[in-house]
């Protein structure tokens, strides 16, 4: 039986589960002593330990209660101090008393595609859950590859939630679609409310947050991390002052993707009022005489996300005053935000890089040379963003500081294929030589070759993700002509943890054969404008046994390809295939074959559905069937 | 640099001949002269000089419909124009998450610009064709394609917003590709309309001009309201209604008016300013019911009153 990662049940386990709710077993129960208290429909007392179909008889005989009883108590007990997912799910699998007990002790629900479930199995099944942390949209969303509108919503979960228990904690989305009437449903109907992080969402508005802010007394964290917050009618609303005027419980306040002006000194009091307050991560309206007031206010912040970096209009900011505020600042481990770096005031970090763990100077447009007195100073770093402007000669400065660098991504300044491109092979050689315990690299460049990946993957044998986007579309190996097969391949052949891959420039079919014969581990794989023919496809999904997440664009793959999968796409999360060669047929075939795969044709518009070619394709393993919300320019076959 | 060519033949079997006879040199629209016809040279050089280049802005609008999709092409000039090298034009695969692909107006587009390319095509072998290596970086200049690279959008804006810095640099490097990035590509702008639930992005690039936003606009939403329409049973009437609404969007006398919002959060109607100064200013985009725009001015009154009431006069932060 492959293991299941999300929160869905498999079909026997349903039948398990309403075979045992008699009414006598509920009785018989330990009436209301389970951890979650209450009045729930769930609690079955009547467990046993064989863990096999269940019986034909109508009625089982009451078993004995006592010993049974403690064995439940106990495994709750212990079962609690299970966190992760992946642990409970394996618990869940060992018998009927040990799913049951899994279930109702699991406080954290995660469901990684938010249509492979509906929320009210979800929630009957886990009716202890306190944290739901749900995925919608897959990561091509991101680029423009969805249409608006395609769905992904959380109202249907909030609305469940409230249903099933009030005492929802926290919420975590990612890629869903919430809307401002979500926001405010939320604050009204979990007095307990107090963790809401949304990455990459959209939807909502300050409107929403101001309810949130209002409302939600408890609130510990508010972390909006590159959101799409647009406000309806461009009303803008000032949901900074919403805050109660009392002492709050903040502990993260995070808003750097909310676009909008701030009421500075409404941000200020909050500061000032919030002593647990860790965590501040401001918008680009944040100007540097501002942050340094508010850094002044909480000293004990560790994580500092500085909004602009720059002083503003009528500011005469001194560069000392700049740099005590970060000298008292001594718990700072993470800084983040120089949107619009001003480098004369750069400097002023230098007191507080030692300590650094994590430093994002991703939107900072800075030079090497500009780069380099704070990057001597990072001796401490494991995560570093920064944009391509330093050049390989600040990669190569990166690589002599930061020797325990764990995490590298380095963007583009300009994102076109025609750029010039600062980054080279000579940089990311230069990296892996020096940052020998490198796990995970974002690597955006122009120019690469075989030879400087082929070093990376031998310098740096620990690497778990590995995504190097060559901008240019089918780019060979600048030096030799080649294509890059050869160093991909290296990457998985010498990279052993490796679980991430994502792959570009000039490709064949050749280096889908090293991925699927060594990377036996990926379970998450990109791929656009590669390969030759259907084969590659067809290697991956034959090789690849841990594949769970696959998003393939503007490649030569077709049905041929597509229905080499079928025996795979159940203990997948999802498959994107765009701009292939895949037809209408050979989707429907596999829709065909495999009931518990919805099958999504998704068009520019409706009319586009009923052509042969098929442009947009995304599947994925649901126990619910077709989703009913689905757009008119979506086709579920 | 030959043997890339050869290699990557295998890639991209689809050769598309622009070129099939002499007798198209005789073919010429507006009856270009030679020192028009110079102008629109297309020259094979390093990434640096596109500044001046025309060139560019016409080949990003190139879309070819009747083609197959593969995810390159490659022109070929000709069997007496092979050493003037080849130029590769990038197709549109996943070009037009809101872009036509197979509707009818556009083949008129691709007609022009297949001529003008044929112009191109033989202007460049008449002046020595630059070098071959960096063929594959210049042509790509031309045709953006949707998500690609795959940058978050406030990444993506980066290069333009940092007009707004004064970088000191060494060797000023990074003005420079400012000034590039500038004329931002694939310029995708959300619209939406009243009535319509689900909203939808334009790009504004590939527009080039109010008339085509106009179509766009009608293309984008045409089905959609279509499908909120459905009170007659006649089809084709039903047709002709939801086609009537998108007629005169521009100039206020038809059932809906393109309005968009500005960089200053003012609501302007669509076609007042040169289009280019449109689209550096615009964010947003509407279609409103022509009979809410009266209430325009009462709104914007109103959003006036509403901002001091909240900020309480104190002021916004800078």
């Given at each position: 039986m492959a293991r299941v990662e999300e929160a869905g049940d498999r079909d026997e386990n349903k039948e398990e589960e309403t075979s045992w709710w008699s009414p006598e077993a509920v009785e018989g129960g330990r009436g209301g002593e389970g951890p979650s208290g209450g009045s729930r429909?769930?609690?079955?007392?009547?467990?046993?330990?064989?863990?096999?179909?269940?019986?034909?008889?109508?009625?089982?005989?009451?078993?004995?209660?006592?010993?049974?009883?403690?064995?439940?108590?106990?495994?709750?007990?212990?079962?609690?101090?299970?966190?992760?997912?992946?642990?409970?799910?394996?618990?869940?699998?060992?018998?009927?008393?040990?799913?049951?007990?899994?279930?109702?002790?699991?406080?954290?629900?995660?469901?990684?595609?938010?249509?492979?479930?509906?929320?009210?199995?979800a929630l009957r099944r886990f009716c202890g859950a306190r944290a739901l942390v749900l995925k919608g949209r897959p990561r091509f969303a991101d680029f423009n590859l969805f249409p608006l509108g395609w769905g992904a919503r959380f109202s249907p979960w909030i609305s469940a939630m409230a249903s099933a228990s009030p005492w929802l904690e926290r919420v975590c989305l990612k890629r869903m679609t919430v809307s401002d009437a979500d926001l405010a449903f939320l604050a009204r109907s979990f007095p307990s409310f107090c963790d809401l992080t949304l990455i990459c969402c959209d939807g909502f508005g300050t409107p929403g947050l101001a309810v949130i802010a209002e409302l939600c007394r408890n609130l510990r964290v508010l972390d909006l991390i590159e959101n799409d917050v647009e406000d309806e009618d461009e009303e803008v609303v000032d949901w900074i002052s919403r805050f109660p005027e009392t002492t709050t419980s903040l502990e993260s306040l995070s808003f750097e993707c909310v676009n909008c002006p701030v009421n500075f000194s409404a941000l200020e009091a909050l500061v000032a009022r919030s002593p647990s307050l860790r965590r501040l991560r401001v918008n680009q309206n944040v100007s540097l005489g501002q942050l340094r007031r508010l850094m002044v206010r909480a000293p004990h912040l560790t994580h500092l996300g500085t909004g602009s970096f720059r002083s503003g209009i009528d500011e005469d900011l001194n560069a000392t005053d700049l740099e005590q505020a970060f000298l008292a600042s001594k718990s700072l481990i993470c800084l983040s935000g120089f949107r619009e770096v001003a480098p004369e005031y750069l400097l002023a970090v230098l007191p507080v890089c030692a300590n650094l763990v994590s430093l994002n100077l991703s939107y900072a447009v800075i030079t090497a040379e500009q780069l380099k007195p704070v990057m001597l100073e990072c001796h401490n770093l494991r995560t570093f963003w920064v944009l391509d402007t330093v050049g390989d000669e600040g990669l190569r400065t990166v690589a002599k500081a930061c020797k325990n660098l764990h995490e590298l991504r380095v963007f583009p300044f300009e994102a076109t294929e025609d750029s010039e491109g600062s980054v080279s092979d000579a940089g990311l050689v230069a990296i892996s030589n020096g940052c020998r315990k490198l796990r995970s690299i974002l690597f955006f460049c122009q120019r690469m070759t075989n030879a400087a990946v082929v070093t990376m993957s031998k310098n740096c044998p620990d690497l778990v993700v590995f995504r190097l986007c060559i901008m240019g579309r089918h780019r060979p190996d600048h030096v030799t002509g080649e294509s890059m097969d050869e160093g991909f391949g290296a990457i998985v052949m010498n990279c052993k943890k490796l679980t991430r891959l994502a792959v570009s420039g000039l490709l064949t079919d050749k280096v889908f054969e090293y991925i699927a014969t060594y990377g036996k581990l990926v379970r998450t794989l990109s791929v656009a404008f590669a390969g030759n023919t259907d084969l590659s496809l067809k290697y991956v999904l034959e090789g690849?046994?841990?594949?769970?997440?696959?998003?393939?664009?503007?490649?030569?793959?077709?049905?041929?390809?597509?229905?080499?999968?079928?025996?795979?796409?159940?203990?997948?999360?999802?498959?994107?295939?765009?701009?292939?060669?895949?037809?209408?047929?050979?989707?429907?075939?596999?829709?065909?074959?495999?009931?518990?795969?919805?099958?999504?044709?998704?068009?520019?518009?409706?009319?586009?559905?009923?052509?042969?070619?098929?442009?947009?394709?995304?599947?994925?393993?649901?126990?619910?069937g077709p989703r009913d919300d689905a757009p008119p320019f979506v086709s579920i076959l | 640099?030959?043997?890339?060519?050869?290699?990557?033949?295998?890639?991209?079997?689809?050769?598309?001949?622009?070129?099939?006879?002499?007798?198209?040199?005789?073919?010429?629209?507006?009856?270009?002269?030679?020192?028009?016809?110079?102008?629109?040279?297309?020259?094979?050089?390093?990434?640096?000089?596109?500044?001046?280049?025309?060139?560019?802005?016409?080949?990003?609008?190139?879309?070819?419909?009747?083609?197959?999709?593969?995810?390159?092409?490659?022109?070929?000039?000709?069997?007496?124009?092979?050493?003037?090298?080849?130029?590769?034009?990038?197709?549109?695969?996943?070009?037009g998450t809101e872009w036509p692909h197979k509707t009818t107006w556009n083949c008129e587009i691709f007609d022009e610009q297949q001529s003008l390319e044929k112009e191109k095509a033989l202007g460049d072998t008449e002046n020595e064709a630059g070098s071959n290596t960096s063929f594959q970086t210049r042509a790509s200049a031309g045709v953006a394609v949707v998500g690609w690279p795959p940058i978050r959008a406030f990444r993506?804006?980066?290069?333009?917003?940092?007009?707004?810095?004064?970088?000191?640099?060494?060797?000023?490097?990074?003005?420079?590709?400012?000034?590039?990035?500038?004329?931002?590509?694939?310029?995708?702008?959300?619209?939406?309309?009243?009535?319509?639930?689900?909203?939808?992005k334009v790009d504004l690039n590939a527009c080039g001009s109010y008339k085509k936003l106009s179509f766009a606009v009608e293309y984008l939403f045409l089905d959609l309201l279509r499908a909120q329409k459905e009170t007659s049973t006649n089809d084709l009437r039903m047709d002709e209604e939801a086609k009537q609404a998108f007629k005169s969007l521009l100039?206020?006398?038809?059932?809906?008016?393109?309005?968009?919002?500005?960089?200053?959060?003012?609501?302007?109607?669509?076609?007042?300013?040169?289009?280019?100064?449109?689209?550096?200013?615009?964010?947003?985009?509407?279609?409103?019911?022509?009979?809410?725009?009266?209430?325009?001015?009462?709104?914007?009154?109103?959003?006036?009153?509403?901002?001091?009431?909240?900020?309480?006069?104190?002021?916004?932060?800078?």
């Amino acid at each position: 039986m492959a293991r299941v990662e999300e929160a869905g049940d498999r079909d026997e386990n349903k039948e398990e589960e309403t075979s045992w709710w008699s009414p006598e077993a509920v009785e018989g129960g330990r009436g209301g002593e389970g951890p979650s208290g209450g009045s729930r429909g769930g609690g079955g007392g009547g467990g046993d330990g064989d863990g096999g179909r269940p019986d034909t008889q109508p009625q089982p005989p009451p078993p004995p209660p006592y010993s049974d009883q403690v064995l439940e108590n106990v495994l709750e007990n212990v079962l609690q101090f299970l966190v992760c997912r992946r642990d409970r799910n394996a618990a869940s699998l060992v018998c009927r008393s040990w799913y049951r007990s899994e279930a109702q002790t699991r406080r954290e629900l995660f469901v990684g595609n938010c249509y492979a479930v509906s929320p009210a199995r979800a929630l009957r099944r886990f009716c202890g859950a306190r944290a739901l942390v749900l995925k919608g949209r897959p990561r091509f969303a991101d680029f423009n590859l969805f249409p608006l509108g395609w769905g992904a919503r959380f109202s249907p979960w909030i609305s469940a939630m409230a249903s099933a228990s009030p005492w929802l904690e926290r919420v975590c989305l990612k890629r869903m679609t919430v809307s401002d009437a979500d926001l405010a449903f939320l604050a009204r109907s979990f007095p307990s409310f107090c963790d809401l992080t949304l990455i990459c969402c959209d939807g909502f508005g300050t409107p929403g947050l101001a309810v949130i802010a209002e409302l939600c007394r408890n609130l510990r964290v508010l972390d909006l991390i590159e959101n799409d917050v647009e406000d309806e009618d461009e009303e803008v609303v000032d949901w900074i002052s919403r805050f109660p005027e009392t002492t709050t419980s903040l502990e993260s306040l995070s808003f750097e993707c909310v676009n909008c002006p701030v009421n500075f000194s409404a941000l200020e009091a909050l500061v000032a009022r919030s002593p647990s307050l860790r965590r501040l991560r401001v918008n680009q309206n944040v100007s540097l005489g501002q942050l340094r007031r508010l850094m002044v206010r909480a000293p004990h912040l560790t994580h500092l996300g500085t909004g602009s970096f720059r002083s503003g209009i009528d500011e005469d900011l001194n560069a000392t005053d700049l740099e005590q505020a970060f000298l008292a600042s001594k718990s700072l481990i993470c800084l983040s935000g120089f949107r619009e770096v001003a480098p004369e005031y750069l400097l002023a970090v230098l007191p507080v890089c030692a300590n650094l763990v994590s430093l994002n100077l991703s939107y900072a447009v800075i030079t090497a040379e500009q780069l380099k007195p704070v990057m001597l100073e990072c001796h401490n770093l494991r995560t570093f963003w920064v944009l391509d402007t330093v050049g390989d000669e600040g990669l190569r400065t990166v690589a002599k500081a930061c020797k325990n660098l764990h995490e590298l991504r380095v963007f583009p300044f300009e994102a076109t294929e025609d750029s010039e491109g600062s980054v080279s092979d000579a940089g990311l050689v230069a990296i892996s030589n020096g940052c020998r315990k490198l796990r995970s690299i974002l690597f955006f460049c122009q120019r690469m070759t075989n030879a400087a990946v082929v070093t990376m993957s031998k310098n740096c044998p620990d690497l778990v993700v590995f995504r190097l986007c060559i901008m240019g579309r089918h780019r060979p190996d600048h030096v030799t002509g080649e294509s890059m097969d050869e160093g991909f391949g290296a990457i998985v052949m010498n990279c052993k943890k490796l679980t991430r891959l994502a792959v570009s420039g000039l490709l064949t079919d050749k280096v889908f054969e090293y991925i699927a014969t060594y990377g036996k581990l990926v379970r998450t794989l990109s791929v656009a404008f590669a390969g030759n023919t259907d084969l590659s496809l067809k290697y991956v999904l034959e090789g690849c046994h841990r594949l769970q997440k696959l998003e393939i664009r503007d490649s030569p793959f077709g049905d041929a390809g597509l229905l080499s999968g079928i025996h795979h796409y159940y203990n997948m999360r999802f498959l994107w295939m765009s701009s292939c060669k895949l037809s209408l047929n050979g989707c429907k075939e596999v829709a065909q074959r495999m009931p518990n795969l919805v099958v999504e044709v998704i068009g520019d518009r409706p009319k586009d559905l009923d052509s042969d070619t098929v442009e947009k394709l995304y599947l994925y393993r649901s126990l619910e069937g077709p989703r009913d919300d689905a757009p008119p320019f979506v086709s579920i076959l | 640099m030959e043997d890339d060519h050869e290699s990557m033949g295998d890639a991209c079997p689809q050769l598309l001949n622009l070129i099939p006879n002499e007798k198209v040199r005789e073919k010429r629209i507006g009856g270009l002269d030679a020192a028009e016809e110079k102008k629109l040279e297309l020259t094979l050089g390093l990434p640096g000089g596109v500044g001046e280049e025309e060139e560019p802005s016409v080949l990003s609008s190139c879309i070819f419909s009747k083609v197959s999709k593969t995810s390159s092409r490659r022109v070929v000039l000709g069997s007496e124009q092979q050493e003037a090298g080849l130029f590769q034009l990038q197709s549109r695969g996943g070009y037009g998450t809101e872009w036509p692909h197979k509707t009818t107006w556009n083949c008129e587009i691709f007609d022009e610009q297949q001529s003008l390319e044929k112009e191109k095509a033989l202007g460049d072998t008449e002046n020595e064709a630059g070098s071959n290596t960096s063929f594959q970086t210049r042509a790509s200049a031309g045709v953006a394609v949707v998500g690609w690279p795959p940058i978050r959008a406030f990444r993506k804006n980066l290069a333009s917003s940092s007009v707004k810095q004064s970088v000191e640099l060494q060797n000023g490097n990074i003005d420079e590709k400012v000034k590039v990035a500038s004329c931002k590509k694939g310029l995708l702008i959300k619209i939406n309309m009243d009535g319509i639930p689900i909203g939808r992005k334009v790009d504004l690039n590939a527009c080039g001009s109010y008339k085509k936003l106009s179509f766009a606009v009608e293309y984008l939403f045409l089905d959609l309201l279509r499908a909120q329409k459905e009170t007659s049973t006649n089809d084709l009437r039903m047709d002709e209604e939801a086609k009537q609404a998108f007629k005169s969007l521009l100039d206020g006398s038809g059932e809906y008016t393109l309005v968009y919002e500005d960089n200053e959060g003012d609501r302007m109607l669509v076609g007042d300013v040169p289009w280019d100064m449109f689209v550096s200013s615009v964010k947003r985009l509407r279609v409103l019911k022509s009979s809410d725009l009266s209430s325009l001015h009462d709104w914007e009154a109103r959003k006036e009153q509403q901002l001091s009431v909240e900020y309480g006069g104190e002021g916004l932060a800078n």
